[in-house]
């Protein structure tokens, strides 16, 4: 009898375990669009548009993180990423991001696209688990953000920044990595034609990766049942995202897919040089740092396309090289 009550208890205490687990790992953000009700007294609304790597759940929420870094000056963050979304179902919420009235978008979206063309499986759990019309393919992807810019261009007056897609495993050789290149690529086309701003953190990472000559210890095709690992240990033990990352041999994944504060804070510093392009001038030496009646949104690293500006100074034009932290311009000798 007390066996049989013991194990009855056992039981239900790892139904607990799971059923928490599971809640953590699809819980909404506090602030998603469906939570927002548009107003006064919210400030420059910026909705982070994206995938579980938004949403933040099982991944470091970089999201929360620009809210603390920009708390007071005058930002309200709405994080509309949702777990296992590509462009296609972030096209399908577009409604809800319109509805929220944004000064900014950004937009990080791509990694389950890329990752789903990668096996057989990927992709056919997918089209079930999201409900696609089709299977996922590079052009579809295009088709799919192309109309999702356009959308929010034609239904707000949101300054637009798109982000490529964070690395998939840190083997530089590996397809997969290789694939986020290429969709990195797509993203950037896109943001190119549509002029709107573009934020290499796709570059940025494998730059990371390259100088430190990093050899991971978890390839990202075995890594499948990890994202079950990290969530238990995550929401059971209390383990950090940097921890267990270490564990796992990663510098910028927990699970070859999903961010760590390193990774996030990538994502982090780039989108805060986007709201806040002052800020990336406040080093230079440059007397004349701030040219009156410019946008200097799109005037860091890649993140320039003309006709976002308003640049109605004569001579003073944006130079944007490969990625790096670097900031110039071609007048006034005004460099970081």
């Not at 009550?5 to 819980?27: D, N, P, Q, R, T």
């Not at 001038?281 to 040219?291: G, M, N, Q, T, V």
Request: hydrophobic share 40%.
């Amino acid at each position: 009898m007390l066996f049989t009550i013991l194990a009855i208890f056992l039981v239900m205490a790892i139904g607990a375990c799971i059923f928490h687990v599971l809640y953590k790992v699809s819980e909404m953000p506090a602030l998603s669009p469906k939570r927002f009700t548009p107003g006064q007294g919210h400030g420059k609304i910026v909705v982070c548009l994206g995938d579980s790597i938004t949403q933040g759940a099982v991944s470091f929420n970089y999201v929360e993180a620009l809210n603390e870094e920009l708390k007071g000056q005058g930002f309200t963050f709405i994080n509309a990423g949702v777990n296992s979304d590509v462009a296609y179902n972030a096209l399908n919420r577009i409604q809800e991001i319109i509805g929220c009235n944004p000064d900014y978008v950004t937009i990080l979206i791509g990694t389950n696209d890329a990752n789903s063309t990668l096996d057989i499986k990927n992709e056919q759990e997918l089209i079930i688990l999201k409900k696609l019309p089709q299977k996922p393919t590079p052009e579809w992807f295009e088709e799919n953000l192309t109309k999702l810019v356009l959308e929010i261009k034609k239904n707000t007056h949101a300054k637009i920044a798109l982000l490529s897609i964070p690395v998939l495993g840190e083997d530089l050789q590996s397809e997969a990595l290789i694939r986020t290149r290429e969709y990195s690529g797509i993203i950037k086309r896109v943001a190119e034609r549509e002029k709107v701003s573009y934020l290499p953190l796709n570059e940025k990472q494998i730059d990371f990766l390259e100088e430190r000559h990093h050899t991971p210890l978890t390839p990202h095709d075995r890594a499948w049942l990890l994202p079950a690992q990290i969530a238990v240990m995550r929401y059971l033990f209390g383990t950090s995202w940097e921890k267990i990352s270490q564990k796992k041999g990663l510098l910028l994944t927990v699970d070859t897919i999903h961010l760590n504060q390193t990774g996030a804070g990538m994502v982090v510093d780039l989108i805060k040089d986007f709201l806040t392009p002052d800020e990336a001038l406040k080093d230079c030496s440059c007397e004349d740092r701030l040219i009156e009646g410019t946008d200097l949104n799109e005037s860091h690293l890649q993140l320039a396309i003309p006709d976002q500006s308003d640049n109605q100074n004569e001579g003073w034009e944006p130079v944007f090289s490969q990625p790096s932290d670097a900031l110039t311009f071609t007048q006034g000798q005004c460099e970081d």
